[in-house]
């Protein structure tokens, strides 16, 4: 049907000032598609992880064996733990052994461990120089360590102390505490003005000032505190408490704590999540 002017009536309705005419897909072409959001990139794996290796004696107890045995069955564990720390990637290990406190168990037990860790650091320590890895021991400053056992802590850093596969630090005869005591001395003794000490300088004076911030601290058994574990360099780790006790606790366990740390965002009491101990955005 026709009108005078010769338009065409379409039975549709004047488009208001500002809205596209029906039929009108300039608009649609205009609008901003939304692009389809992709996958976050995955957090890195974690640069320091520490253990705290817990829970030897009730594994033994829940065993009915002595406590000796639940020291002995941890080996394993340990070289697990080794060998799935490097293979992810973690560049520092730290295993917690031997804690300055530790020295307060009975005569029998203490004896035993230091015969145990000897045997273990020299039945492993070609292993552990053909991985790469470099090994220190933080501690050792009790006249009570045997000396052929402090020999061999000093021979295999020796030995490894050219290795840049990974970093392994074990802890033995460690107190954290005695550590910031000790950096407090020694810059008492080099006469540095007060005025001139930060954070960074006083680290500079822990034992093994290389040492980065430790970014991941799994401690077995449940348990759920510091012991007095490498308290300058946890202050801001995540922590993981698995309930495996350490000799059931193998290279699995440790994958999925390396997981959930890589789900977890790192902020250093600011807003935006951080790398690996960096604290700079």
Same mark, same amino acid.
Do not use: Q
């Given at each position: @049907?026709?009108?005078?002017?010769? #338009?065409r009536v379409t039975g549709e309705r004047p488009g208001r000032v500002g809205e596209s005419p029906?039929?009108?897909?300039?608009? *649609? &072409?205009?609008e901003p598609v939304p692009r389809p959001r992709s996958a976050p990139a995955p957090r890195? $794996?974690?640069? +320091?992880?520490?253990? $705290?290796?817990?829970?030897n004696g009730r594994w033994a107890e829940r065993r009915s064996l002595p406590r000796t045995s639940g020291h002995r069955a941890a080996e394993s564990t340990v070289i697990d733990v080794i060998e799935a720390a490097r293979s992810a990637g973690v560049e520092w290990l730290s295993l917690y052994a031997f804690s300055?406190?530790?020295?307060?168990?009975? +005569?029998?037990? /203490?004896?035993? &461990?230091?015969r145990l860790v000897r045997r273990v650091v020299r039945k492993h320590a070609p292993l552990l120089h053909a991985r790469g890895i470099r090994?220190?021991? &933080?501690?050792? *400053?009790?006249p009570r360590i045997p000396a052929p056992l402090a020999r061999d802590f000093a021979?295999? @850093?020796?030995?490894?102390? #050219?290795?840049?596969? @990974?970093?392994?630090? $074990? #802890?033995?005869? %460690?107190?954290?505490?005695?550590? /910031?005591?000790? #950096?407090a001395r020694s810059l008492i003794r080099s006469g540095v003005a007060a005025d001139a000490v930060d954070e960074r300088y006083f680290a500079? %004076? &822990?034992?093994?000032p290389d040492t980065?911030?430790?970014d991941l601290v799994i401690r077995t058994s449940g348990e759920q505190r510091i012991s007095n574990f490498m308290l300058w360099q946890v202050a801001y780790a995540e922590w993981i408490f698995p309930p495996a006790l350490w000799p059931d606790f193998h290279a699995p366990h440790f994958l999925e704590c390396l997981r959930s740390y890589q789900q977890r965002e790192r902020r250093f009491g600011g807003v935006t999540p951080y790398a690996n101990g960096d604290p700079t955005p």
């Open positions: @049907m026709a009108t005078g002017g010769g #338009a029906p039929g009108d897909t300039s608009r *649609a &072409l205009r890195p $794996v974690p640069r +320091h992880v520490a253990c $705290v290796m817990d829970g300055t406190e530790n020295w307060r168990r009975p +005569h029998s037990e /203490i004896d035993y &461990l230091m090994c220190r021991f &933080l501690g050792v *400053a009790d021979d295999l @850093m020796t030995l490894t102390d #050219a290795n840049r596969g @990974m970093t392994l630090t $074990v #802890a033995f005869d %460690h107190g954290g505490r005695r550590d /910031i005591v000790e #950096a500079t %004076h &822990l034992p093994f980065p911030d430790v």
